[in-house]
Every structure is written in structure tokens, then in C-alpha cells.
């Protein structure tokens, strides 16, 4: 058991110990750097801690109001996808009415019933339908599909295709109209 003792201290080199790097540069480049007399370090500015404090949480501020910007316009972006996607089922049931007007009664109630249900969900919603008919053509809010001569003048719309509707100010899908020409 002797064989195996602690041989180290036998073999100790002296090693000059620095106490800090100089501009991250290693221990041993700092020492060679040195020079015999050094001069007295600047002093280095004062940190003002509460005028970062308060940059701080001026910059935390902006980022949660960034934050809650960037989820409203996501939600208003599914908003309005979700209300496109119902738009057509309120056409097909107002073709539904118009198509067949001999149908049964009790089935031509309920068409009417489950129209108007989905129309009084999309004024709950802010959407509104965009009034044509005897209307000046707009395209902003309308597309024309044909110009036919017709008795009104020119440039008024005379047939709704297809409604289009508005989502408070923007809209959500133009009107298909037919226009005089």
C-alpha cells in the first residue's frame, strides 16, 4: 500500500497567480501584458439604474402592447374567415326560397326560419348586407357581371346576383350585380 502515496507535492511548480482577465483575454497573455508599473484604472462611469430600470419597462410595455395588437388582428383575420365561410349557405338557402315556390309549406318555413336565424347570427357579428338595386354601380363594393341596356340610366344597377356583405367598414364580399348600361 505504500507503493501507491500521493507523489505530487514532490513535483510543485511555481505559478504567478493573476486576478483577472484583461479584455477577455487569457490568464497567461495578461500576465506577459502587464507592465511592471501599472497604471491606476479609469474609473468607470457610474451605471444610472434607474433610468435602465425604466427603459426597461418601457420596453417590456411596448412588447405587451405589441403582443395584445398581434392577437386582435389574429383574431379579426379568423373572424372574418369563419363569417365568409357562412356567406354561402345564406345564398343557398335564398336560392332555395326563390327556386322552388311551390314547394310544401311546412318545408319552405323552415328555410325561412333557419335564413333568418343565420342572418340575425351575422348582425350579431357586424356583418350587414350591402344594399344594390337601384343603386349607383361602386366598385369598391360591387362587381358587375354584365351591362345590359335597360330603361334606368346608365351605370344603376338593376339585378342582385349574388349579395355581398360588409363587416363593419370593410368588406367582407362584394355584391354580383347586373348594371345598366
Not at 502515496?5 to 501584458?33: L, M
Not at 345564406?90 to 342572418?119: F, K, S, V, Y
Not at 344594390?132 to 346608365?154: C, I, K, M, N, Y
Request: aromatic fraction near 4%.
Amino acid at each position: 500500500m505504500h507503493q501507491f502515496q500521493d507523489r505530487r507535492s514532490a513535483y510543485r511548480i511555481p505559478v504567478k497567480v493573476v486576478e483577472a482577465y484583461n479584455n477577455h483575454t487569457p490568464v497567461a497573455a495578461a500576465a506577459a501584458e502587464t507592465p511592471a508599473n501599472p497604471k491606476p484604472a479609469a474609473a468607470e462611469p457610474a451605471v444610472d439604474w434607474e433610468a435602465l430600470a425604466r427603459r426597461q419597462q418601457a420596453d417590456m410595455d411596448n412588447f405587451r402592447k405589441r403582443q395584445i395588437r398581434r392577437a386582435e388582428e389574429a383574431i379579426a383575420t379568423e373572424r372574418e374567415r369563419l363569417l365568409r365561410l357562412v356567406l354561402p349557405v345564406i345564398d343557398n338557402l335564398a336560392r332555395a326560397l326563390n327556386h322552388h315556390p311551390g314547394q310544401a309549406e311546412p318545408l319552405r318555413q323552415g328555410i325561412e326560419l333557419t335564413q333568418r336565424e343565420l342572418e340575425r347570427m351575422l348582425a350579431a357579428e357586424g356583418v350587414s348586407r350591402i344594399e344594390t338595386v337601384g343603386r349607383t354601380f361602386d366598385p369598391q363594393w360591387h362587381e358587375a357581371l354584365a351591362a345590359v341596356s335597360a330603361p334606368a340610366e346608365a351605370n344603376t344597377i338593376i339585378e342582385e346576383i349574388e349579395a355581398g356583405y360588409t363587416l363593419g367598414e370593410k368588406l367582407l364580399r362584394p355584391a354580383k350585380v347586373i348594371v345598366a348600361a
